[in-house]
């Protein structure tokens, strides 16, 4: 997974902000591989574009499961900035944001 971010990537979470590949991996890397093997993911909306070198992603998803023996369903907002580099597309930044659904 490190090998498609930049290495000055920027990721945005919970209101916390991680400004390079190496800070990604030593903070909170663990936590989400973690979280996401814990949940199941259902895709609601994804849209995205480019315009020359730059590439967007957009989606939001639910998210439900157990994570550390706790529930969760959620609806998560995620946002994916691309930049071509040496010809192959890789991810500049990442902003990830999320909301109890109702009924939690």
Do not use: C
């Not at 989400?32 to 020359?52: E, H, P, Y």
């Not at 706790?70 to 994916?80: F, G």
């Amino acid at each position: 997974a490190l090998d498609l971010l930049t290495e000055d990537t920027s990721i945005f979470e919970s209101g916390n902000a991680e400004s390079s590949r190496a800070e990604y991996a030593a903070h909170h890397l663990q936590s989400d591989i973690a979280f996401s093997g814990s949940v199941q993911r259902t895709l609601v909306d994804r849209s995205s574009g480019t315009n020359g070198a730059t590439a967007w992603v957009m989606s939001i998803e639910t998210v439900s499961g157990t994570s550390r023996e706790r529930p969760v369903k959620n609806r998560s907002a995620e946002t994916m900035l691309l930049n071509r580099v040496d010809g192959q597309w890789r991810i500049a930044h990442i902003h990830w944001s999320s909301a109890k659904l109702d009924g939690d």
